[in-house]
């Protein structure tokens, strides 16, 4: 399984990879947006895990270039996430797609993103 992983944070990247590899997952390491906009082009993965405020930090550059509509067929995880909260504008919500709320444990998002898988 491959999945692209979206958070600034160089520290919470850095576990999510170490326990990601641990399982065999494949990680398209992406800090910045436009990082994920070119992984979103190239690569051909089966999942996006997105930090909510990373995600909320760049919202107004995603939202220029409609990449909701360019993720419309991904699963999505959002972890570290508020209460109800869901914006990824352009893109309708999936079945697939997860919410996990903050603060979001290594583990809890691993064993969401082997459930996605």
Not at 77 to 84: G, K, S
């Amino acid at each position: 399984m491959k999945f692209i992983l979206v958070d600034d944070n160089r520290k919470r990247r850095e576990q999510i990879k170490t326990a990601a590899a641990k399982r065999q997952y494949k990680i398209v390491d992406c800090p910045t947006s436009n990082d994920l906009m070119t992984a979103i082009e190239v690569e051909k993965a089966d999942l996006l895990v997105i930090n909510s405020d990373t995600w909320k930090k760049s919202k107004s550059i995603y939202n220029y270039f409609k990449i909701g509509k360019k993720l419309e067929s991904l699963p999505v995880i959002l972890y570290n996430a508020e209460e109800d909260s869901y914006t990824i504008q352009d893109r309708n919500r999936s079945d697939s797609d997860k919410i996990l709320p903050k603060p979001t444990e290594v583990e809890t998002l691993i064993e969401a993103i082997q459930q996605g898988a």
